[in-house]
Protein backbone atom coordinates (compact mmCIF):
# COMPACT_ATOMS: atom_id res chain seq x y z
CA UNK A 1 0.00 0.00 0.00
CA UNK A 2 1.63 3.40 -0.98
CA UNK A 3 1.94 5.98 1.73
CA UNK A 4 -0.56 9.01 0.51
CA UNK A 5 -3.13 7.48 -2.14
CA UNK A 6 -5.05 9.98 -3.74
CA UNK A 7 -7.54 9.47 -7.14
CA UNK A 8 -5.98 10.87 -9.78
CA UNK A 9 -9.26 11.91 -11.40
CA UNK A 10 -9.63 14.01 -13.39
CA UNK A 11 -12.88 14.90 -11.59
CA UNK A 12 -15.24 17.22 -14.46
CA UNK A 13 -17.64 19.48 -12.62
CA UNK A 14 -19.55 22.45 -14.05
CA UNK A 15 -19.57 25.78 -12.50
CA UNK A 16 -20.95 26.07 -9.33
CA UNK A 17 -20.74 22.41 -8.60
CA UNK A 18 -19.74 20.90 -5.19
CA UNK A 19 -16.62 18.13 -5.26
CA UNK A 20 -15.05 16.51 -2.36
CA UNK A 21 -11.47 14.49 -2.51
CA UNK A 22 -10.32 12.21 -0.23
CA UNK A 23 -6.89 11.03 0.51
CA UNK A 24 -5.47 8.14 2.35
CA UNK A 25 -2.81 7.57 4.67
CA UNK A 26 -0.94 4.24 5.55
CA UNK A 27 0.81 5.60 8.84
CA UNK A 28 -0.62 5.68 11.78
CA UNK A 29 2.00 7.76 12.77
CA UNK A 30 1.30 10.93 10.82
CA UNK A 31 0.73 14.12 12.81
CA UNK A 32 0.43 16.84 10.19
CA UNK A 33 -1.54 17.07 6.94
CA UNK A 34 -2.00 19.53 4.36
CA UNK A 35 -3.80 20.05 1.00
CA UNK A 36 -1.29 22.22 -1.40
CA UNK A 37 -2.99 23.01 -5.13
CA UNK A 38 -0.38 23.09 -8.16
CA UNK A 39 -1.94 25.06 -11.02
CA UNK A 40 -0.74 23.58 -14.88
CA UNK A 41 3.59 24.12 -15.06
CA UNK A 42 3.18 26.29 -11.71
CA UNK A 43 4.79 25.10 -8.45
CA UNK A 44 3.12 23.70 -5.76
CA UNK A 45 1.20 26.07 -3.38
CA UNK A 46 -0.29 25.62 0.27
CA UNK A 47 -4.33 25.31 -0.19
CA UNK A 48 -4.34 24.65 4.01
CA UNK A 49 -3.75 23.03 6.54
CA UNK A 50 -6.28 20.23 7.65
CA UNK A 51 -6.91 19.79 11.67
CA UNK A 52 -8.28 17.40 13.82
CA UNK A 53 -11.27 18.86 13.97
CA UNK A 54 -11.48 19.95 10.59
CA UNK A 55 -11.18 23.66 9.21
CA UNK A 56 -13.40 25.54 6.57
CA UNK A 57 -11.51 28.23 4.78
CA UNK A 58 -14.31 29.97 2.70
CA UNK A 59 -15.79 27.43 0.00
CA UNK A 60 -12.90 25.02 1.37
CA UNK A 61 -13.46 23.16 3.94
CA UNK A 62 -10.97 20.13 5.19
CA UNK A 63 -11.48 16.66 7.33
CA UNK A 64 -9.43 14.50 9.00
CA UNK A 65 -10.36 10.85 10.03
CA UNK A 66 -7.92 9.51 11.94
CA UNK A 67 -9.40 6.59 12.87
CA UNK A 68 -10.03 5.70 9.12
CA UNK A 69 -6.67 7.17 8.56
CA UNK A 70 -7.82 9.82 5.04
CA UNK A 71 -8.13 13.27 5.05
CA UNK A 72 -10.86 14.86 2.88
CA UNK A 73 -11.40 18.40 0.80
CA UNK A 74 -14.90 19.72 -0.46
CA UNK A 75 -15.08 22.60 -2.11
CA UNK A 76 -18.30 24.31 -2.61
CA UNK A 77 -19.30 26.67 -5.54
CA UNK A 78 -16.79 25.55 -7.71
CA UNK A 79 -15.38 28.38 -9.87
CA UNK A 80 -13.26 27.88 -13.30
CA UNK A 81 -10.15 28.76 -11.26
CA UNK A 82 -10.58 26.38 -9.19
CA UNK A 83 -9.22 24.24 -12.20
CA UNK A 84 -5.77 22.64 -10.75
CA UNK A 85 -4.88 19.69 -9.04
CA UNK A 86 -4.77 19.21 -5.78
CA UNK A 87 -2.06 17.35 -3.38
CA UNK A 88 -2.09 15.51 -0.50
CA UNK A 89 0.60 15.92 2.33
CA UNK A 90 1.16 14.21 5.09
CA UNK A 91 4.02 14.67 7.57
CA UNK A 92 4.92 12.10 10.28
CA UNK A 93 6.52 12.26 13.48
CA UNK A 94 10.41 13.02 13.68
CA UNK A 95 10.71 12.90 10.27
CA UNK A 96 12.38 14.94 8.18
CA UNK A 97 10.40 14.51 5.42
CA UNK A 98 7.00 15.01 3.59
CA UNK A 99 5.15 12.88 1.55
CA UNK A 100 3.04 13.86 -1.34
CA UNK A 101 0.15 12.49 -2.75
CA UNK A 102 0.46 12.09 -6.82
CA UNK A 103 -2.57 14.78 -6.71
CA UNK A 104 -6.25 15.03 -7.82
CA UNK A 105 -6.94 16.86 -11.28
CA UNK A 106 -9.97 19.00 -11.18
CA UNK A 107 -11.61 20.79 -13.80
CA UNK A 108 -14.21 23.19 -13.66
CA UNK A 109 -16.06 23.87 -16.99
CA UNK A 110 -18.67 26.71 -17.87
CA UNK B 1 9.98 38.55 0.64
CA UNK B 2 11.50 37.02 -1.78
CA UNK B 3 10.92 33.67 -0.35
CA UNK B 4 12.35 30.33 -2.68
CA UNK B 5 14.21 32.01 -5.67
CA UNK B 6 15.58 29.20 -8.45
CA UNK B 7 18.04 29.77 -11.14
CA UNK B 8 17.81 29.21 -13.88
CA UNK B 9 14.03 29.45 -15.13
CA UNK B 10 14.92 27.20 -18.15
CA UNK B 11 18.11 25.60 -19.49
CA UNK B 12 18.60 22.95 -22.21
CA UNK B 13 21.64 20.77 -21.84
CA UNK B 14 23.57 18.20 -23.89
CA UNK B 15 24.12 14.76 -23.09
CA UNK B 16 27.01 14.59 -20.54
CA UNK B 17 27.49 18.10 -19.56
CA UNK B 18 27.23 19.31 -16.16
CA UNK B 19 25.29 22.26 -14.36
CA UNK B 20 24.33 23.57 -11.35
CA UNK B 21 20.30 24.51 -10.23
CA UNK B 22 20.74 27.28 -8.00
CA UNK B 23 18.45 27.71 -5.14
CA UNK B 24 18.09 30.33 -2.08
CA UNK B 25 15.87 30.96 1.04
CA UNK B 26 15.22 34.46 2.76
CA UNK B 27 13.70 32.62 5.57
CA UNK B 28 16.05 31.66 7.77
CA UNK B 29 14.33 28.33 7.41
CA UNK B 30 16.77 25.02 8.59
CA UNK B 31 15.08 22.56 6.24
CA UNK B 32 15.30 22.70 2.13
CA UNK B 33 14.59 20.13 -0.56
CA UNK B 34 14.81 19.43 -3.49
CA UNK B 35 12.57 17.49 -6.12
CA UNK B 36 12.05 16.67 -9.88
CA UNK B 37 8.86 16.69 -11.60
CA UNK B 38 8.29 14.73 -14.64
CA UNK B 39 5.37 15.37 -17.03
CA UNK B 40 1.70 14.00 -15.36
CA UNK B 41 3.70 12.72 -12.12
CA UNK B 42 4.09 13.59 -9.00
CA UNK B 43 6.76 14.75 -7.29
CA UNK B 44 9.98 12.80 -6.45
CA UNK B 45 12.39 13.78 -3.36
CA UNK B 46 15.98 14.21 -5.07
CA UNK B 47 18.22 14.93 -1.68
CA UNK B 48 17.38 17.29 1.19
CA UNK B 49 19.15 18.86 3.74
CA UNK B 50 18.18 19.38 8.05
CA UNK B 51 20.49 22.59 8.53
CA UNK B 52 23.65 24.10 7.21
CA UNK B 53 26.25 21.07 7.06
CA UNK B 54 23.98 18.85 7.00
CA UNK B 55 22.10 16.86 3.35
CA UNK B 56 20.91 13.51 3.18
CA UNK B 57 19.79 11.34 0.01
CA UNK B 58 15.68 10.83 -1.08
CA UNK B 59 14.10 8.87 -2.95
CA UNK B 60 16.23 9.61 -6.20
CA UNK B 61 19.92 10.88 -5.72
CA UNK B 62 21.72 9.19 -8.39
CA UNK B 63 23.03 11.34 -10.72
CA UNK B 64 22.88 14.31 -8.46
CA UNK B 65 24.67 16.00 -5.70
CA UNK B 66 24.22 19.15 -3.48
CA UNK B 67 25.71 20.53 -0.48
CA UNK B 68 24.71 23.06 1.92
CA UNK B 69 27.53 25.47 3.17
CA UNK B 70 25.24 28.32 4.46
CA UNK B 71 21.70 28.48 5.63
CA UNK B 72 20.50 30.13 2.66
CA UNK B 73 21.58 28.32 -0.40
CA UNK B 74 21.20 24.92 -1.64
CA UNK B 75 22.43 24.19 -4.78
CA UNK B 76 21.52 20.85 -6.96
CA UNK B 77 24.73 19.65 -9.09
CA UNK B 78 23.56 17.43 -12.24
CA UNK B 79 26.89 15.11 -13.22
CA UNK B 80 26.73 13.83 -17.03
CA UNK B 81 23.45 14.95 -18.18
CA UNK B 82 21.16 12.09 -19.42
CA UNK B 83 17.95 12.46 -21.02
CA UNK B 84 16.49 10.97 -18.48
CA UNK B 85 16.95 13.95 -16.24
CA UNK B 86 14.76 16.34 -18.33
CA UNK B 87 12.13 17.24 -15.52
CA UNK B 88 11.21 20.10 -13.88
CA UNK B 89 12.63 20.90 -10.45
CA UNK B 90 11.42 22.19 -7.57
CA UNK B 91 13.55 23.50 -4.54
CA UNK B 92 11.35 24.06 -1.27
CA UNK B 93 11.46 24.97 2.56
CA UNK B 94 10.50 24.71 5.52
CA UNK B 95 10.76 25.73 9.50
CA UNK B 96 10.72 23.85 12.01
CA UNK B 97 8.71 25.40 14.30
CA UNK B 98 6.33 28.15 15.29
CA UNK B 99 3.28 28.75 13.46
CA UNK B 100 4.35 28.27 10.05
CA UNK B 101 5.84 24.62 11.03
CA UNK B 102 5.95 21.86 8.67
CA UNK B 103 4.71 24.37 5.76
CA UNK B 104 6.56 23.69 2.61
CA UNK B 105 7.53 27.05 0.65
CA UNK B 106 8.89 26.19 -3.39
CA UNK B 107 10.36 28.19 -5.30
CA UNK B 108 8.97 28.78 -9.39
CA UNK B 109 10.57 25.78 -10.66
CA UNK B 110 13.37 24.66 -13.15
CA UNK B 111 12.93 23.30 -16.15
CA UNK B 112 15.34 21.25 -17.55
CA UNK B 113 16.03 19.65 -20.82
CA UNK B 114 18.35 17.20 -21.77
CA UNK B 115 19.06 16.41 -25.50
Known amino acids: RKEVEQDPGPFNVPEGATVAFNCTYS??????FFWYRQDCRKEPKLLMS???SGNEDGRFTAQLNRASQYISLLIRDSKLSDSATYLC???????????FGKGTMLLVSP | NAGVTQTPKFRILKIGQSMTLQCAQD?????MYWYRQDPGMGLKLIYY???????DKGEVPNGYNVSRSTTEDFPLRLELAAPSQTSVYFC??????????????FGAGSRLTVL
Open chain 1, 50 to 52: VYS
Open chain 2, 49 to 55: SVGAGIT
Open chain 2, 27 to 31: MNHNY
Open chain 1, 89 to 99: VVNKAGYSTLT
Open chain 2, 92 to 105: ASRSVGGSGANVLT
Open chain 1, 27 to 32: NSASQS
